[in-house]
């Protein structure tokens, strides 16, 4: 046996990790300069002083935190806390609106011949490859005042006479739903596709009622697409800017927007950080929830983006 | 009889959310072609809109910007995204959890957020060495970043896709490693090269948040400018624009449906 | 080990590939080669045999460069290609899955490994078409690889692998994915291309009878060892072991409790062997085993009662009864009459048809 052999096998690991750098670094560099690194700058903003031009600087302080807690010049209010519980509640409103309104279409392409199902998938997700501004300015073109919608409205009672349906909160949860149904689509359409039917057949044969048969066969097999696809919705949902910027109102304003505010109007850059910070916190904290949630139901690792 | 019932009703509902889904963009499309500069009442059919687009420098230059930037940025992104996606492949059984979780960053990071981390960070650089002085160049920079996962994803699921054992085979057939890559592993995912090409160019021109706060004053792009119109008060040539915007999607999505019709195993991307 | 390597006698042409004390493991549990020494003679249709996880197919990579081995020398030619990469070895091989580049047509993956050598368009176009000819898919060349049928592709990725002309074709059960009838012609396919060319063909499989069939030599591995090394008769007669003779579908082994010369008593009863053997355990092959009339005038003379029987066609599978002991035995149909269940049958062997193995893995 060769002298050199357990050498070269030692330089072949090596050749195996500089064939691993070579591949994946520079990507993952880019990602860590250009992601990574303003995250971390952003992090420490958040604990700087706001100068007197809006710029962030020395001392060090817990001032931003403060601020955005609520307490003021004027004592405590509590507009960011709504702010924050507004958003969340906007999420849960306009994903649990996604999943009703997606579950049956999911349903029905699985249903239809295999030749249409293509077709019809990107018949649903074209609208999401438009602009998120051109989606949202159409919806303010369709409920401005005087259009057939807010005419209807006014006639039903439901908004005051010579007023829009938006800017409004019902628009804010209209624009998400319409943004990001295709998001739960797609996922709920492969979770039906792989639906194993002899089970739904065996649960029918034991259950006799449809819809026993339903929560019992069905549902359960769906649940991992169903997690996926709330993982999809709610996330973009929760940092949603446009949407609320242009539909809503100020007392529709999203955690997006108060952030947007400290860097675009007010300027003040260690506030608008401390309140990204907490909004990539409870973004973090959604994902992992839903995952715990995920790996209950048995989805294991298919929450996949 | 019943479950023919529900079929009926379900298809009833599958055609009353299409004309949900398309509604605002179908509204956009035919104010377009209004006459007056109304958004409630459709006068009569002309171009004018459209005339007034043409002659529109600023929005002229803004489409110009959108291209370049979705042009750039593509490139480079399939290029630095495609290396990691085989990176993955080859590497699948080593530990990689800190590379996933550096890939998926930027697809969980609210877009808001990833604006202004670069914004801030750009700015404090520029006053610092006087470089990424807010433009297209910063701007392709960031969409680069959130470019770069959703190819390395695609790419890796195609390497998946395919049989192990043909990596062997091309060695076996005396390819060196430089001829295997040229002449086996980029034909056989090209159709992932593809599809990441247009994802990538469609998740570009569909940015707004990213743009808008890495953007300059010389550097708008079409969205961003459809923003300011927007806010300012409405411009009519928006529906115009936006309408060619449309129309470039759905012939993107007809191109997509021809492609995906003769290779059935590429799903259509949703974003 | 010892007597596997006995019969590889010398004398013959130049060894075409020569592994020395080869050892792979892919972690400390999983031992896939424990040392390995073989000689494939040069243009030999030699087989590797073994259940699956014995080694067979590592020891098959190592030979192509696709696996590196932790210790050992390989050699092929007279050459030590121990560290040569694969792409570098003139040898190819014909995978399992048959590894067909989906993005080319038939012709351009037969083209493959030409065009990686830099053989010239002209050239090689040449020798598609004859390679094409030789093995009967001329009219397939243009179609995709997804519009062929399993045994087409089988076939075009033997041709890919024999256009290239190597001094070693690497054959990994290319036939396991066939269904039986295609198998068998193919198996006769494969053999007659090999004695045509004149290469050395080292082919990997888990079926006995398929090694049989095709092969000049055969080694049987498990555990990373090699059991048996030596021709299908030798291995199918004479078994080096009770594993081997497990392996090849042998089930009438009893224990040797006492022996005296020639004599050897079992479970069965006292037999009288021709030879002189040392294995612990007798081995009677159930198509030497005479039934009824004939019986009667051998020495190894026994009554047994018929338990089962099951009418194969070209011959009749007995399950018999001696004593507390059951037997299989085969008969093979030349009219005679046929024996009934629960009927008293006198049975006999032949001396020099029992032979004796010794305790394996």
Redesign the interface.
């Known amino acids: 046996?060769?002298p050199s052999?357990e050498v070269?096998?030692r330089s072949?690991k090596w050749r195996?990790t500089r064939?691993?750098l070579?591949?994946?670094a520079?990507?993952?560099l880019?990602?860590?300069i250009?992601?990574?690194?303003?995250?971390l700058?952003?992090v420490s903003?958040a604990f700087m002083t706001n100068g007197p031009y809006g710029q962030?600087g020395m001392p060090l302080s817990l001032d931003a935190f403060r601020q955005l807690a609520g307490f003021g010049f004027l004592g405590w209010s509590p507009g960011n806390l709504y702010t924050l519980l507004r958003s969340i509640w906007q999420t849960i409103v306009a994903t649990g609106l996604v999943v009703v309104?997606s579950y049956?279409?999911a349903?029905?392409i699985t249903?239809c011949r295999a030749s249409l199902r293509?077709?019809?998938?990107?018949?649903?997700?074209?609208?999401?490859?438009?602009?998120?501004?051109?989606?949202t300015?159409?919806?303010?073109?369709?409920l401005?005042?005087?259009?057939p919608l807010s005419d209807a409205a006014q006639f039903l009672g439901l908004i005051p006479e010579h007023m829009g349906l938006f800017p409004s909160s019902f628009a804010v949860t209209l624009g998400l739903v319409?943004n990001f149904?295709?998001?739960m689509v797609?996922p709920l359409y492969a979770a039906f596709e792989k639906l194993d039917t002899t089970l739904i057949e065996a649960a029918i044969d034991l259950y006799a009622s449809?819809m026993r048969a339903f929560w019992a066969a069905v549902f359960p097999q769906t649940l991992p697409g169903l997690l996926a696809g709330v993982v999809l919705v709610a996330?973009?949902a929760?940092?949603m800017?446009?949407v609320p910027e242009?539909l809503g109102g100020g007392r529709s304003m999203m955690i997006?927007n108060l952030?947007?505010g400290q860097?675009t109007g007010a300027s003040n850059?260690p506030y608008?950080?401390a309140a990204?910070l907490l909004?990539?916190a409870a973004?973090?904290i959604g994902?992992f929830l839903l995952r715990r949630l995920g790996k209950r139901a048995g989805g294991g690792e298919e929450v996949v983006? | 009889m019943?479950r023919g019932a529900l079929?009926r009703a379900?298809?009833i509902?599958?055609w009353v959310?299409?004309f949900?889904?398309?509604?605002?963009?179908a509204?956009?499309v035919l104010?377009s072609f209004n006459s007056i500069n109304s958004?409630?009442i459709f006068e009569s059919f002309s171009l004018r809109w459209y005339y007034r687009l043409l002659a529109n420098d600023q929005i002229m230059s803004a489409l110009w910007h959108s291209i370049v930037l979705a042009m750039s940025s593509s490139v480079i992104a399939v290029l630095?995204?495609t290396?990691?996606g085989?990176?993955?492949y080859?590497?699948r059984r080593?530990g990689?959890g800190w590379?996933i979780v550096?890939?998926?960053?930027?697809?969980?990071?609210?877009?808001?957020?990833?604006g202004?981390?670069?914004?801030?960070?750009?700015v404090?650089i520029n006053a610092l060495t006087g470089w990424l002085a807010p433009g297209l160049g910063p701007m392709i920079?960031?969409h680069?970043?959130f470019e770069?996962?959703f190819v390395?994803?695609i790419v890796y699921s195609r390497f998946v896709g395919l049989d192990p054992t043909l990596f062997d085979a091309a060695k076996d057939l005396y390819a060196s490693p430089v001829k295997r890559a040229w002449h086996f592993i980029v034909p056989a995912i090209k159709p992932a090269l593809i599809s990441a090409f247009f994802l990538s160019f469609?998740l570009s021109?569909?940015d707004?948040?990213i743009s808008f706060?890495t953007s300059g004053p010389e550097s708008s792009t079409?969205?961003i400018y459809?923003?300011g119109a927007?806010r300012k008060g409405v411009t009519p040539e928006?529906n115009a624009i936006?309408t060619l915007?449309?129309a470039a999607?759905?012939v993107?999505?007809i191109i997509?449906?021809l492609v995906?019709?003769r290779r059935?195993q590429t799903?259509?991307?949703?974003? | 080990m010892t007597n596997a390597l006995a019969t590889d006698d010398a004398g013959r042409p130049a060894p075409s590939i020569t592994l020395e004390?080869l050892e792979k493991s892919f972690s400390r549990d999983v031992i896939a080669l424990d040392g390995v020494d073989l000689t494939i003679r040069a243009g030999e249709f030699f087989t590797l045999l073994g259940p699956s996880g014995c080694g067979k197919t590592t020891l098959l990579r190592i030979l192509a460069g696709l696996d590196?081995a932790?210790?050992?020398?390989v050699r092929i030619g007279g050459h030590?290609v121990?560290?040569v990469p694969p792409h570098k070895r003139s040898v190819n091989t014909v995978f399992q899955s048959y590894a067909l580049f989906p993005h080319l047509n038939v012709e351009d993956n037969i083209a493959f490994g030409l065009k990686m050598q830099g053989v010239e368009k002209d050239d090689r176009q040449r020798r598609v078409r004859e390679m094409a000819e030789f093995i009967k898919l001329t009219p397939l060349l243009g179609r995709r690889i997804d519009q062929l049928s399993g045994g087409q592709r089988q076939r075009i990725a033997l041709a890919r692998a024999l256009v290239c002309e190597p001094n070693v074709l690497l054959l990994d059960e290319p036939l396991s994915a066939l269904d039986a009838g295609l198998r068998g012609q193919l198996q006769v396919e494969l053999q007659r291309i090999q004695r045509r060319l004149g290469m050395t063909f080292v082919f990997v499989t888990h079926d006995q009878q398929e090694a049989m069939v095709m092969s000049d030599r055969i080694a049987v591995l498990n555990n990373g060892k090699i059991q048996h090394l030596g021709t299908p008769r030798e291995i199918f007669e004479r078994p080096a072991n009770t594993f081997v003779a497990r392996f090849m579908g042998h089930d009438n082994l009893f224990d040797i409790t006492s022996r005296e010369g020639d004599l050897l008593d079992t479970p069965l009863g006292r037999l009288t062997v021709d030879t002189r053997t040392h294995g612990d355990k007798v081995l009677i092959r159930p198509e030497t085993i005479e039934l009824g009339e004939d019986a009667e005038t051998d020495a190894n003379y026994f009554t047994a009662v018929v338990r089962e029987s099951f009418y194969r066609g070209s011959y009749i599978e007995y399950r018999l009864d001696v004593g507390e002991v059951s037997l299989r035995a085969l008969s093979s149909n030349q009219g005679q009459k046929l024996h009934k269940n629960g009927e008293r049958v006198p049975i006999s062997i032949c001396p020099e048809d029992i032979v004796t193995v010794t305790d394996g893995e």
Do not use: C
Request: proline share 10%.
């Open positions: 046996m060769p052999f070269s096998r072949l195996e064939h691993l070579l591949t994946t520079p990507g993952a880019w990602i860590v250009f992601l990574v690194l303003p995250s700058y952003l903003m962030p309104l049956p279409i349903y029905y249903t293509p077709i019809m998938l990107l018949a649903v997700v074209v609208p999401s490859w438009t602009n998120q501004v051109i989606r300015f159409g919806w303010m073109n369709l401005a005042p005087e259009t319409y149904l295709p998001f797609l449809p996330v973009p929760f940092g800017y446009v242009l997006g952030v947007a860097f850059w608008g950080a990204a909004m990539l973004t973090l994902i983006i | 019943k079929k379900l298809g509902y599958w959310l299409l949900f889904l398309y509604l605002p963009l509204v956009v104010f958004a409630a630095l995204g290396l990691i085989y990176g993955l080859r590497h080593r990689l590379l550096l890939i998926y960053l930027p697809i969980v990071m609210p877009d808001i957020v990833f202004i981390a670069d914004m801030t960070f750009f404090r920079l960031s680069v970043t770069i996962p390395a994803l469609t021109i569909d707004f948040v706060f079409l969205p459809i923003w927007i928006i936006a915007m449309i999607v759905i993107a999505a997509s449906l995906t019709r059935p799903p259509p991307e949703g974003r | 004390g590196t932790n210790k050992g020398v030590d121990t560290e």
